[in-house]
């Protein structure tokens, strides 16, 4: 068994044991042999040191943690839940905005999880605020955030911020993306979504079907929507499975704890079909069984076999299992690097400047600021940053799985199998 730290968190986080009131599998006596300056410090970096500290005080072995590690604990839940009032004080004014606008709109994620999942705000950070409102309304949406001082996310600490998306960039971005650019409204980092997973790639989803489903939910005080029990809880395996490659535990706890306060609401059978319907019954099924691997997650008998009938094959298993305790996804290249691999020299620099030197129409939908800009080489140079950045984070990444992983072939072969998924 795995002695890492983010192998030593997933236990103390597991839901099961705490609520049998133990700290671990062997009766609370592995706290003693916990590395927890380790294991503390990977719960704050990825947003779940809240949650482990309620773990740990519900099943009786926060008094075994070491006094400087419980403190810092303790003051990242407080502060988790300081943040979150004010975010949610924010969030009520633009529901409430959006409400009054006309517009409906569907509660994504943490902002809505907070509360109906995890039942305390103070136990799950929130970064930004994901919000979807009907395709046909997304300028309108757009138009009240800026109404509202909204300004694009990477120009919010510029002085000359541009008005962001206009509606002649909406078409574009939406061929594209599931997502406008995000927003920070009065420090309120804001995505206004049109679906939950971009129109391109191996999965599809119906946003006609998402919407009829939607149920009534009260999210920071205000009338709003959610999911339904089994869209949610797709949406949050696809956006970590999928969109993620099973890299982002807070992500991963998002989905525990889902099936925890869902599992006797949602469909099931409903539920199993309709990741068939989009394709996605290989992402949907390796996430749940890690979660119930690793968490003690479980979704109904039966389950999984009906997303992948047969099973999945135990290498493939151990691959996802290492890339997520590794917190390195699982594919291993950026997408247009298996296009490098297969190119004559010409092509690739062909295929790498392209993705530098966008088209006007291209920069316009990344950087929107830049279609009323009389300065576009400024946008030129801050795309060649942005793009560099990602560069660097690829080799990154690509070093540190290199360095845990056996090889590339178990990574591709996960890839394919995951990808060759759709029925």
Request: contains cysteine; hydrophobic residues 45%; positive net charge.
């Amino acid at each position: 068994m795995d002695s890492g730290p983010v192998s030593q968190l997933l236990r103390c986080l597991s839901r099961g044991e705490a609520d049998e009131g133990r700290g671990t599998r062997d009766g609370g006596r592995g706290t003693a042999t916990t590395n927890w300056k380790e294991v503390v410090g990977v719960a704050v970096a990825v947003g779940v040191a809240p949650l482990l500290f309620k773990r740990l005080k519900t099943s009786g072995t926060l008094t075994r943690v070491p006094v400087e590690f419980r403190e810092r604990l303790r003051l990242a839940f407080f502060g988790t839940a300081a943040r979150n009032r004010r975010f949610y004080q924010e969030l009520g004014l633009v529901l409430q905005r959006l409400r009054s606008a006309g517009i409906p709109a569907v509660v994504l994620k943490g902002a809505y999880l907070a509360e109906a999942a995890y039942g305390d705000a103070g136990l799950r950070p929130m970064s930004d605020v994901d919000i979807m409102v009907p395709r046909a309304d997304l300028s309108r949406a757009h138009a009240v955030l800026l109404e509202m001082g909204g300004v694009p996310a990477e120009q919010s600490n510029q002085a000359a911020a541009g008005p962001g998306a206009r509606d002649d960039d909406i078409d574009p971005l939406c061929r594209k993306k599931h997502h406008l650019p995000q927003l920070v409204v009065q420090g309120l980092p804001v995505e206004i979504h049109w679906n939950i997973v971009s129109p391109t790639g191996p999965v599809s989803v119906d946003a006609a079907g998402l919407w009829s489903r939607a149920r009534p939910a009260r999210v920071a005080g205000v009338d709003a929507l959610a999911l339904s029990p089994e869209d949610q809880l797709l949406h949050l395996c696809l956006h970590f499975g999928y969109e993620h490659r099973l890299e982002g535990l807070r992500a991963f706890c998002d989905i525990a704890e889902t099936i925890h306060r869902f599992r006797g609401e949602a469909d099931w059978a409903q539920f199993v079909e309709r990741a068939r319907e989009w394709g996605a019954s290989r992402y949907v099924g390796l996430t749940l069984l890690l979660a119930q691997s690793l968490l003690r997650a479980e979704a109904p008998e039966n389950v999984l076999e009906r997303l992948v009938p047969g099973g999945i094959d135990h290498r493939l298993v151990e691959t996802a299992r290492q890339s997520l305790l590794a917190q390195a996804r699982y594919r291993t290249w950026l997408p247009f690097s298996k296009l490098l691999g297969v190119r004559p020299l010409g092509g690739k620099l062909a295929l790498v400047m392209g993705r530098v030197f966008l088209s006007r129409d291209d920069m316009a939908a990344k950087y929107p600021a830049s279609r009323s800009s009389g300065h576009l080489w400024w946008y030129r140079v801050l795309r060649l940053r942005d793009f560099m950045r990602v560069l660097g984070d690829y080799v990154l990444r690509r070093s540190r799985l290199a360095a845990l992983s056996r090889g590339r072939a178990r990574d591709v072969a996960l890839v394919n199998w995951l990808e060759s998924g759709r029925q």
